[in-house]
């Protein structure tokens, strides 16, 4: 009862029937194997499509605002997209080398280019006063985190930075004659730090801090990173904790982030909670993956870059 079914076999290409199967079974392997790595193909690219859109929403948003780009937020932006290159294929400009190459194009007018390397090159940190009237620096981008670590400290200053991600160096300025620096004053600055990092969202964040004369540059390291000699101890930084205005500049200039490094639109993609909690649960594999590193991993990891 069932259906009659004509099968023709290739006499000319192979020899028997059994030999032509078995080529058949194993070219059907073959794609099916093909198939498993087309499909995670597209699901690596679909991520990466969707980081980069978001990143596309973030600048359009910040273009479309009337108020002055802050620099810290494109620097955010440029290490988001950094950190997931593998996905998405960023590969960071050379903004110097595009500089010079522009200016070469206009008549290599080379006083011009002096003047405006110079200009490039000037720290422009922010600037704020702590409780007991300390300065306090926070850098807007890697030149101005460059500069707070090796040009405008002095021995005597705390350094802070959230730890474990991206985030600004700040400074907590204690010169000679000027007050001793107060539990209000650690707490300001480490608040700062907190806010300006990709930890903003947290309630609180862990804040590593240590004396400017700790703060060394590894070798071959790039512009703004460095490394700690001697760590001081740990704070909690509250980013809520920051000034109103501070809150509303981030926000006009298009810096209000959720969990994840991405900026709230008031309304979230689809799968945006379920990427969270895939991360969350990477983060966590990750925490115990690394409780479980031998002593020689362990020396190793504590020369990471900050």
């Known amino acids: 009862g069932g259906e009659i079914v004509e099968l023709v076999l290739n006499t000319e290409k192979y020899g028997s029937a059994q030999e032509e199967s078995d080529d058949l079974f194993a070219l059907a392997r073959k794609m099916k194997r093909g198939s498993l790595v087309v499909e995670q193909l597209m699901q690596k690219s679909l991520e990466g499509e969707e980081i980069l859109r978001d990143a596309m929403l973030d600048l359009e948003s910040m273009a479309d605002d009337d108020t002055q780009l802050d620099e810290g937020t494109l620097i955010l932006i440029q290490e988001r997209l950094e950190r997931t290159s593998k996905k998405t294929g960023f590969q960071s400009p050379d903004i110097d080398e595009t500089n010079e190459t522009t200016q070469k194009s206009r008549g290599n007018n080379k006083a011009k280019k002096r003047s405006n390397d110079k200009t490039g ?34 021995p005597t200053d705390i350094w802070m930075h959230s730890r474990g991600c991206p985030g600004a160096h700040v400074l907590l300025c204690f010169r000679r004659g000027s007050p001793e620096v107060k539990e209000e004053d ?106 479980g590193k031998s002593k020689r991993q362990k020396r190793k990891e504590e020369g990471d870059w900050y």
């Open 121 to 154: 090159t000037e720290p422009n940190p922010r600037e704020l006063t702590s409780p007991s009237g300390h300065k306090v620096l926070v850098g807007r981008n890697r030149r101005d985190n460059e500069a707070i670590c090796f040009q405008l400290s002095k």
């Open 186 to 291: 650690l707490q300001f600055a480490a608040d700062l730090a907190a806010f300006y990092s990709d930890a903003r969202t947290e309630r609180r964040a862990p804040i590593t801090t240590a004396e400017s004369k700790h703060i060394t540059k590894p070798r071959g390291a790039p512009m703004g990173a460095v490394s700690v000699r001697q760590e001081g101890k740990t704070l909690a930084g509250r980013p809520d904790n920051v000034s109103d205005d501070l809150k509303e500049a981030r926000e006009k200039s298009g810096g209000a982030w959720d969990e994840m490094g991405y900026r709230k639109l008031g309304t979230r993609a689809k799968n945006k909670k379920k990427t969270a909690a895939v991360e969350k649960t990477k983060k966590a594999k990750t925490r115990e993956e690394a409780k």
